[in-house]
């Protein structure tokens, strides 16, 4: 089945600098990829998500590419806030048995 | 639309107890979906259901873990009898059946087992 690799484990930036976070995927098959927010104690939120026909999509400051040779796609944050302070999930799915399979989070901490 | 209900909040049970936990889709979804989150294991699917029918249950860890969807408004996620070891996050989701994978989470059930 599918497997879902997310790096770093853990990021910490400066308030105003860019964040980045990537995952690597297993099944070539698979062509959807959605990224997830949790804050503390809350319900995983999709926040953008990509699909195999395109390479790049944004949404004010975040954007997310994909390289489907490479089986791997990032998140991009720029000019963070402490807000975007969370856990970021990364997930595929398209592939065999069709299921979204998470990687494993990412906390992104913002300093100010 | 409240969004994906799930009951309760928090459970606190004893090791061998049953527990059921709640979930309420957002009207007109066609997927439901049952995750569990933990520290070493992440976000893990147990079971989801299209149009109230049980498609993939591989993820169900054991027989004490057992779903429910007898309408297209409720569904259950019994464990029975409890053990430590399932003390977790459930979260339940749904989607539509035209965007699937765009799931919509609940709140979660934090459960421990003592």
């Known amino acids: 089945g599918e497997n879902v690799e997310q790096h770093p484990s853990t990021l910490s930036v400066q308030e105003g600098d860019s964040a980045v976070i990537k995952c690597t995927y297993s099944d070539s098959a698979s062509n959807y990829f959605p990224w997830y927010k949790q804050e503390l104690g809350k319900r995983p939120q999709l926040i953008i998500d990509?699909?195999?026909?395109?390479g790049e999509k944004k949404d004010q400051r975040i954007a997310v590419t994909l390289n489907k040779t490479a089986k791997h796609f990032s998140l991009h944050i720029t000019e963070t806030q402490p807000e975007d302070s969370a856990v970021y999930f990364c997930a595929a799915s398209g592939g065999y048995g069709n299921k979204l399979v998470f990687g494993a989070g990412t906390i992104l901490r913002v300093k100010s | 639309d409240a969004g994906v209900i799930q009951s309760p909040r928090h459970e606190v049970t004893e090791m061998g107890q049953e527990v059921t936990l709640r979930c309420k889709p957002i009207?007109?979804?066609?997927?439901l979906f049952w995750y569990r989150q933990t520290m070493m294991r992440g976000l893990e699917l147990l079971i989801y259901?299209?149009?109230?029918?049980?498609?993939?249950d591989s993820g169900m860890p054991e027989d004490r873990f057992s779903a429910k969807m007898p309408n297209a408004s409720f569904s259950t996620l019994k464990i029975q009898p409890s053990e430590p070891r399932d003390s977790a996050v459930y979260f339940c989701a749904s989607s539509l059946a035209r965007e699937r994978e765009k799931l919509f989470f609940g709140s979660g059930t934090q459960l421990s087992v003592l």
């Open positions: 009207s007109g979804h066609d997927y």
């Open positions: 259901f299209n149009n109230n029918v049980p498609i993939d």
């Open positions: 990509i699909r195999s026909n395109v």
